[in-house]
C-alpha cells in the first residue's frame, strides 16, 4: 500500500517539475510566499528580489538544458520544513558558459524548505555545481 505524499512533497515536487523542467516561472507566484526568504549561493535575497531569482533561475537552468528533468530520491519532513535529494537528468545543449557541449549531465541537488500554507517561505538550495560543470565540459575548456 502506497503512502500519499505530504504537502509540502508536493509544493517541492511541483517546483521542480512545474518550473525548472519547463522554465516558467509563473509557478513561483503560487509557491513561493511574496516574503520569500532566499538562502542559496547566487540567489538570496527577500521577498520579490527572491521570487525574481528563482524566475530567473528556472529560465537558466531550462536555458541550458531544456530537456532536464527531476526525481525527488529522498525526502525528510519535520515540522514545517522539509528535506529532498533530488536527481537532475538532462542534456547541456544549450548555452552553459558557452558553447553547449551536448554532453548527458546527472547531478544531485539538495534543497531545504520550510512550507507554510502550501507556499515555500525560506529556501536553502545546494545544487552539485561542480559535477554540472565537469559533465557539461565547462572545466576542460577552463583547462
Not at 520544513?81 to 552553459?96: E, H, L, M, S
Not at 524548505?113 to 559533465?135: C, K, N, S, Y
Request: a negative charge.
Amino acid at each position: 500500500m502506497g503512502t500519499s505524499a505530504s504537502p509540502a512533497s508536493i509544493v517541492m515536487s511541483r517546483i521542480f517539475d512545474g518550473g525548472f523542467a519547463t522554465g516558467d516561472g509563473a509557478i513561483v507566484d503560487e509557491l513561493c510566499s511574496p516574503d520569500l526568504v532566499k538562502h542559496q549561493f547566487g540567489l538570496a535575497g527577500t521577498g520579490q528580489q527572491a521570487i525574481e531569482h528563482v524566475k530567473a533561475a528556472m529560465r537558466d537552468v531550462h536555458t541550458a538544458v531544456p530537456d532536464i528533468a527531476f526525481t525527488i530520491d529522498d525526502e525528510v519532513e519535520d515540522g514545517d520544513t522539509i528535506w529532498v535529494r533530488v536527481r537532475a537528468q538532462g542534456t547541456a545543449t544549450g548555452p552553459f558558459f558557452d558553447p553547449p557541449s551536448r554532453r548527458p549531465l546527472d547531478f544531485t541537488v539538495v534543497d531545504v524548505a520550510r512550507v507554510v500554507d502550501g507556499r515555500i517561505v525560506e529556501h536553502w538550495g545546494v545544487p552539485d555545481r561542480f559535477a554540472m560543470l565537469a559533465q557539461s565540459g565547462v572545466l576542460e575548456r577552463l583547462g
